[in-house]
Nanobody, 115 residues
Framework: VQLVQSGGGLVQPGGSLRLSCATS????????MRWYRQAPGKGRELVAT????????NYADSVKGRFTISRDNAKNTVYLQMNSLKPEDTAVYYC?????????WGQGTQVTVSS
């Protein structure tokens, strides 16, 4: 399983970012994809989940209405559109496939929301 994340960085409060996660090495179209995040000094938080076909999504209450998870099964890529960003969204974000009963973690990408 390979995961290549992109799109993180520094953004001002109220701004937007889109994270991408290009994957390979497993059957992407039939795998649930999750985005987690971990803020400094805090535990991991499940931010968003999308099923294989992409027609069912779930979000943490902390991001509901601001973040959107989506996927392109032709490109084996999952996205996280983040709008109205807040300083408390600052964290390392991870895309995580759930495949054959296991989660696979990459290196993550840093998102910093600060003025």
């Amino acid at each position: 399983v390979q995961l290549v994340q992109s799109g993180g960085g520094l953004v001002q409060p109220g701004g937007s970012l889109r994270l991408s996660c290009a994957t390979s090495g497993f059957t992407f179209r039939s795998s649930v994809m999750r985005w987690y995040r971990q803020a400094p000094g805090k535990g991991r938080e499940l931010v968003a989940t999308i099923n294989g076909p992409g027609d069912t999504t779930n979000y943490a209450d902390s991001v509901k209405g601001r973040f959107t998870i989506s996927r392109d099964n032709a490109k084996n890529t999952v996205y996280l559109q983040m709008n109205s960003l807040k300083p408390e969204d600052t964290a390392v974000y991870y895309c995580v496939p759930y495949y054959m009963g296991s989660e696979y973690w990459g290196q993550g990408t840093q998102v910093t929301v600060s003025s």
